[in-house]
Nanobody, 122 residues
Framework: QLQLVESGGGLVQPGGSLRLSCGASGFTLDYYTIGWFRQAPGKEREGVSY????????NYADSVKGRFTISRDNAKNTVYLQMNSLKPEDTAVYYC???????????????WGQGTQVTVSL
């Protein structure tokens, strides 16, 4: 069974940092483009970042550029999202997803995790 599992969410104060992890069972992440998405209450799911399979090409939403960094550790079959200088507007459920296309749109992604909550608040 193909499964993605996110971890590392939590409550953090504005200006703080968190590192999210996306692990997989049943398949190898380095064959896929891995995207991070987030969804806040009452809002649509939005793309945060992705990292491609072959050359680890990355891309970021404008709202997180310079603050978030995506990376992959193929030996651990894990993709990370380092989030620094967090703001209250970053509060959302964060999902990782695996697909075959480079995109910040959720449409091309076939496999999704269950999500991890990130809350940025005093």
């Amino acid at each position: 069974q193909l499964q993605l599992v996110e971890s590392g969410g939590g409550l953090v104060q504005p200006g703080g940092s968190l590192r999210l992890s996306c692990g997989a069972s049943g398949f190898t992440l380095d064959y896929y483009t891995i995207g991070w998405f987030r969804q806040a209450p009452g809002k649509e799911r939005e793309g945060v970042s992705y990292i491609s399979s072959k050359y680890s090409t990355t891309n970021y939403a404008d709202s997180v550029k310079g603050r978030f960094t995506i990376s992959r550790d193929n030996a651990k079959n894990t993709v990370y999202l380092q989030m620094n200088s967090l703001k209250p507007e970053d509060t959302a459920v964060y999902y990782c997803a695996a697909g075959s296309r480079w995109s910040l749109s959720p449409l091309p992604y076939n496999y999704w995790g269950q999500g991890t909550q990130v809350t940025v608040s005093l």
